[in-house]
């Protein structure tokens, strides 16, 4: 156990590529502040699911009496459970809708509104399974809108040599793999691709698409999973699911030209330029700029929120608690699980709606 | 006691009756508000973009998947699970009776999501090259048509049907042998003594005897089919294009599968028009059953 948690503490501080993504890591957690005692639950996206696990890790070892809870049960659901108030805080990928945040606001207590706090981000990444490639894949917004719209079926068809010169790419079929549910890294891979090949990619934007023809598997297990037994195949997922199946990724064009890997920093770099919509109550609110001109961004980035009530909290010393270590320390072990920290202009803004929660 | 029996026993009867109008009235009244919305055709429609505006979902795909996939779970599954009774009951030496009868019942025991596990992590992959050889050498049939140059095999409604078969085949064969024993001994010795070979007594004896009760097991068989969720789930690759060519690599899709898919993430316009796909297959399971009956009365008046 020691050894382990030494083996642990010297892969973070060395930062190197570490595969065993998703099991936490045992690293002694920096900057929690305890306050208040007893229960938490937190329900929603799937998304943020493994960076939840690792700051409630983290909080809940440091602070005695404390139990906090997540459970990944899909952010329309965790919306919908916080409306009914049988959980502390939600987990959403994308925005409340209108009568979604009516609800939310009114669970929360007249006068009240419930707010979105952008507390992870990550990279969507285009993970595949192409034997015999040295370099990593290079592909452009055409290139990848092309793959998903069944318009490139092979994987030496021009657009993809174009993209990838002085690379012998194999001589096989691609099969581009898509969710079979509703799902918010789809609607980051149609808003990033309408917004960047808007001639290629006709599918318009969305959870959920009309996909003209591809295979299609249920959660971003499911589409790694048949890429991975799939010569040929290819996929857009998070991150850390590429990670855990020991896939390769591409690397991405953005707007400057220049192909870029997800690692954090590119991400964190891409999300620095994104338009933040605040308000009084401390409801934040990031829309990622896709055409970035930031030469080393990941285009595809993405942020996912936490929704709290600004005023009215059960529990109120515990939330502030937890999310403050989340949105403080709790960024520092963001690049290994896969995500990115968010940048610096959105968590001082994070940073002073969470202190300012009742 | 005796009017306390009785009552009791209509009473259950009485039970059946209201569970199934009151599962009837539900998905009606779920149903009907996403049907309204629905800017499209319900029946030819070839999208399931129920949360969008406008919402636009069709019933197409899911039918043709959930019946081509359970028909043909059923070819594949029949003859085998009643070769499989005819040689407990008939032929297999008795030491061997007991231990294949207890296989047989443990395979229908074993849970779906078990079946839907298994194929997508160890059959599927093992058929590509069976998949790959239908589609170049027995493409004149019509399900094993492919467009040239589209991706064959994979999670195809034919690897679909495949699990759904393994999964129906320890029904079909427990029920028949049951029947095939109930078949009097003494029928089998009068066809045996009338100079019958042992398989003109069983064309003479026993199939006419128990046809009902093998029907029925057939069609419990495509009950299973038709309702099972969880390994199609797994198993096929969801594609909205109504096909019914087996060996594509698109897939296709099942109302059971689509529902279990779909449903958590989906809101309520999304719940209603899943629960009006739910309504569909309540409508073919008892139109199936339906006809199961017809053919059973049939056959008893026949006889």
Known sequence: MAAASLAALATSACGSDDNTLGRGTNAAPVNVTCGGSGTLTGAGSTFQKNIELQWIKDFTGACDGTTVDYKATGSGAGISQFGEGTVDYAGTDSLMKDDEQAKADARCGRGNTAIHLPVAAGAVVFTYHLRGLPDALRLSPATIAGIFTGKITRWDAPEVKADNPGVTLPTIAVQAVHRSDSSGTTDVLSRFLDAQAKDTWTLGVGKELSWPGGQAAKGSDGVTGVVKATEGGITYTELSFAKSNDLPWAKVRNASGAYVDAVGLNVSAALATAKLESAPTGDLRADVDYGTKEPAAYPVAAVSYVIVCDKGNKNAELLKAFLGYAVSGGQSGADQLGYAPVPTNIAVKLGLAVQALT | ????????????????????????????????????????????????????????????????????????????????????????????????????????????????????????????????????????????????????????????????????????????????????????????????????????????????????????????????????????????????????RLLRAEGGNTIAANIATKFGEAGVPGRGALIASGLVLFAITLVVNVVARAILFRNRRAA
């Open chain 2, 1 to 244: 006691m005796e009017a306390a029996f009785r009552g009791g026993t209509a009473a259950s009867a009485t039970l059946v009756f209201v569970v199934i109008v009151a599962i009837a009235a539900f998905l009606v009244h779920k149903a009907v508000p996403a049907l309204d919305g629905n800017s499209a055709s319900f029946l030819t429609e070839r999208q399931w973009l129920p949360d969008r505006e406008p919402s636009r979902f069709g019933i197409a795909a899911l039918v043709a998947g959930t019946i081509v996939t359970s028909v043909a779970a059923l070819v594949l599954a029949v003859p085998v699970a009643l070769g499989v009774a005819l040689f407990v009951s008939e032929y297999a030496p008795p030491r061997l009776k007991a231990p294949l009868g207890y296989v047989t019942d443990l395979l229908a025991a074993v849970p779906s999501v078990v079946y839907g596990l298994w194929g997508v992590f160890f059959l599927v992959p093992r058929m590509q090259k069976l998949q790959e050889f239908l589609a170049a050498h027995l493409s004149w049939v019509p399900f094993f048509r492919v467009t040239p140059g589209e991706p064959v095999g994979g999670r195809s409604l034919f690897a679909a049907s495949v699990v759904l078969a393994i999964m129906v085949l320890p029904i079909v064969a427990a029920i028949s042998r049951e029947v095939f024993v109930q078949v009097p001994q003494s029928h089998r010795e009068a066809a045996l003594a009338l100079g019958a070979t042992k398989l003109e007594a069983i064309r003479i004896a026993v199939l006419p005897a128990s046809r009902p009760g093998v029907v029925s097991a057939i069609m419990l068989g495509l009950g299973r089919a038709l309702g099972e969720t969880i390994a199609v789930a797994l198993v096929l690759s969801a594609a909205f294009t109504p096909s019914l």
